[in-house]
């Protein structure tokens, strides 16, 4: 599943789309986006890759079991990071 931190832009390192487990990761305290797939230099000159994956799956799976997501709610209950409406 392809998600991102939507508390950052789109531009910053941290804030680019990424792969990971489900849609609540971005909120879970091992969620590391990263380029694990360095862009080839023989065929471009991006700085970065066009595929992060989050850096702790890539490395060693998901820890067992999930830690909870820490959500950060606006006054709507919607999660800053995640985007999902959580009901308190």
């Known amino acids: 599943m392809i998600v991102r931190d939507l508390s ?44 992060f994956h989050c850096a702790y799956n890539w490395n060693t799976g998901c820890p067992q079991p999930k830690p909870e997501p820490i959500h950060n709610l606006n006054r709507q209950h919607r999660c800053r990071k995640c985007g999902q409406i959580i009901r308190v």
Do not use: M, Q, W
């Not at 489900?22 to 066009?50: G, M, Q």
């Open 8 to 51: 950052l832009n789109k531009k910053e390192y941290k804030g680019h789309p990424c792969f990971a487990v489900d849609a609540i990761c971005p909120c879970r305290p091992c969620y590391n986006p990263h380029d694990c797939t360095p862009p080839n230099p023989a065929y471009s000159r991006k700085v970065y890759s066009d595929t």
